[in-house]
């Protein structure tokens, strides 16, 4: 069970892209999740630029546990009343989706690594 992840928009790109900063992590390091889009309910996040699997699981698992205000912020930010749904994501080129019920971090770095396996094999 991940931390519940808490969010608070920081700024908006002329791309239409949002960064959230992720407040409260026990990370000292600060933590953003950049939106590149919210449609119909998924969220289509890219991960920070040295972020490891193990540690950007750990947040957007943490998207979808009782007390996050991802969803909230999400919906404020883009102006709409969607469900949330999901979050796909590109980490290494492999993408990654994760919903309620796969957001357990395990399961989604299992899933990366998978992907990971397949574009090796597809590669040769």
């Given amino acids: 069970m991940a931390q519940a992840t808490l969010v608070k928009l ?3 790109n002329a791309d239409g892209s949002m960064y959230f900063r992720v407040i409260g992590d026990e990370n000292a390091q600060e ?4 939106v590149i889009s919210y449609t119909y309910g998924w969220a289509v996040v890219m991960p920070s630029p040295c972020e490891y699997i193990d540690d950007f699981a750990e947040v957007i698992c943490g998207c979808f546990e009782k007390g996050s205000n991802f969803h909230k912020e999400l919906n404020k930010a883009y102006g709409k009343n969607s469900a949330f ?3 796909d994501f590109s980490f290494n080129d ?3 989706s994760v919903t309620k ?6 399961t989604v770095i299992e899933n990366y690594r998978k992907g990971v396996k397949y574009r090796k094999k597809s590669a040769e």
């Fill in 85 to 87: 749904k999901g979050i």
């Fill in 101 to 106: 019920r796969n957001c357990d971090k395990d």
């Fill in 94 to 96: 492999v993408l990654v």
């Fill in 10 to 12: 920081e700024k908006t």
């Fill in 31 to 34: 933590r953003y999740i950049k």
